[in-house]
């Protein structure tokens, strides 16, 4: 399972269930753990583990999530016209 740090806003914002989706720039480092999602013929869903910062100590959700190339949400994070792997966060479990 891919685990990504999330500032402390986002976390509890994705947690509470009010941000519905995150967002990653289109780097190298992102295309080699999303491309394979994001090029099968139907979508399919990801188990994503975020948290709230780096250290293993720190709070963590899973979500279960669609990625896809789209753009984002300003009041989410993302900036205007910029084109982003989108995780689209269908439902969020509390790990610690």
């Known amino acids: 399972m891919l685990t990504l740090p999330i500032k402390k806003k986002w976390f509890d914002m994705i947690k509470s269930g009010e ?3 995150e967002y990653r720039e289109i780097k190298p ?15 399919h869903t ?6 709230n910062g780096y ?4 709070p963590t ?3 279960e999530c669609i990625i896809y190339k789209g ?15 989108v995780l689209k966060i269908l439902s969020v479990e509390e790990v610690k």
């Open 19 to 21: 941000k519905k989706e």
């Open 29 to 43: 480092y992102y295309d080699s753990r999303f491309l394979k999602s994001i090029n099968d013929e139907r979508p």
């Open 46 to 51: 990801n188990m994503i583990l975020l948290r």
């Open 55 to 58: 250290s293993k100590n720190n």
């Open 61 to 63: 959700i899973i979500c």
């Open 71 to 85: 753009y984002g949400k300003e009041k989410w994070g993302a900036e205007p016209g910029k084109l982003y792997y």
